[in-house]
C-alpha cells in the first residue's frame, strides 16, 4: 500500500513532442505528489509539485495531472527538448516532504 | 548561497566493513533526509533529521545510523557492510520538517561493497 508505481521504465520522443509520464498510488492517505529530475551524476531535482485539492498544476512546459478518484497522476511536458533528457520520478507522501515514496524511474530521452 | 555538499563522492568498502558518509544541508535549512538509491531504482527513504534529533526512519535496520550536528551538518554510518549496501547515497535538506517544500539534494555519495 506504500507503493508508487511508474510507467513506463523508458521513453523516446521527438523533438517538439509530448512527454507523457504515469504514475499511480494506493495509500488514499498520500497528500503530496511532486516530481523530480535527476540528471547523470546529480542529485534530483525538484520539477513541479501537486496536492490532490487541484486536478491539474502547470509551470511553464510542465503540467501535472491529477486523478484523485483513480489514485493516479501523470507529468506531462509539452514540446520536449534534448535538455529534458534524464530521469524523472514521481514520488508521494503524507504532510509533505517527509518521507517521501519514490517511484522506480523514467527514463527520457529527447530525440533531435 | 551554497547548496547542499556530499563526501566523499565515491568509494569502496568490503564486506563488513563501515564506512562514514557526510553532508553539509543548504544555509537556513535544519532538516536533512537520507535516501539510499540502487542502481535504476528510485531513492528509498533511511531517515530524517532535524534539530539534531531523528525525526522518522524508513524499513532500514539498526546497523544505518546517523546524526546531526548543531550547524545542521550530518552523518550517515552504515555497520557491518553487506553487498547490497552498494548504492548511491543521498542527503537531502529542507527548511523544515514537513513544509510542503521541496528537498534540495546533493550529487550523493556512491558506496560500492566488493
Known amino acids: 500500500q506504500q507503493q508508487v508505481k511508474q510507467s513506463p521504465q523508458s521513453l523516446i520522443v521527438q523533438k517538439g513532442g509530448i512527454s507523457i509520464i504515469n504514475c499511480a498510488y494506493e495509500?488514499?492517505?498520500?497528500?503530496?505528489f511532486p516530481w523530480y529530475q535527476q540528471f547523470p551524476g546529480k542529485g534530483p531535482a525538484l520539477l513541479i509539485a501537486?496536492?490532490?485539492d487541484v486536478s491539474e498544476k502547470k509551470e511553464g512546459r510542465f503540467t501535472i495531472s491529477f486523478n484523485k478518484s483513480a489514485k493516479q497522476f501523470s507529468l506531462h511536458i509539452m514540446d520536449s527538448q534534448p535538455g529534458d533528457s534524464a530521469t524523472y520520478f514521481c514520488?508521494?507522501?503524507?504532510?509533505?516532504?517527509?518521507?517521501?515514496?519514490w517511484g522506480a524511474g523514467t527514463k527520457l530521452i529527447i530525440k533531435p | 548561497e551554497t547548496g547542499v555538499t556530499q563526501s566523499p563522492t565515491h568509494l569502496i568498502k568490503t564486506r563488513g566493513q563501515q564506512v562514514t558518509l557526510r553532508c553539509s544541508s543548504q544555509?537556513?535549512?535544519?532538516?536533512v533526509s537520507w535516501y539510499q538509491q540502487a542502481l535504476g531504482q528510485g531513492p528509498q527513504f533511511i531517515f530524517q533529521?532535524?534539530?539534531?534529533?531523528?525525526?522518522g526512519r524508513g524499513n532500514f535496520p539498526p546497523r544505518f545510523s546517523g546524526l546531526q550536528f548543531p550547524n545542521y551538518s550530518s552523518e550517515l554510518n552504515v555497520n557491518a557492510l553487506e553487498l547490497d549496501d552498494s548504492a548511491l547515497y543521498l542527503c537531502?535538506?529542507?527548511?523544515?520538517?514537513?513544509?510542503?517544500?521541496?528537498?534540495?539534494f546533493g550529487e550523493g555519495s556512491r558506496l560500492t561493497v566488493l
Open positions: 537531502a535538506s529542507s527548511p523544515g520538517r514537513s513544509s510542503g517544500g521541496e528537498l534540495f
Open positions: 544555509s537556513g535549512h535544519n532538516t
Open positions: 533529521y532535524y534539530r539534531e534529533e531523528e525525526n
Open positions: 495509500n488514499t492517505a498520500f497528500d503530496y
Open positions: 501537486i496536492r490532490p
Open positions: 514520488a508521494a507522501s503524507i504532510g509533505g516532504n517527509y518521507q517521501l515514496i
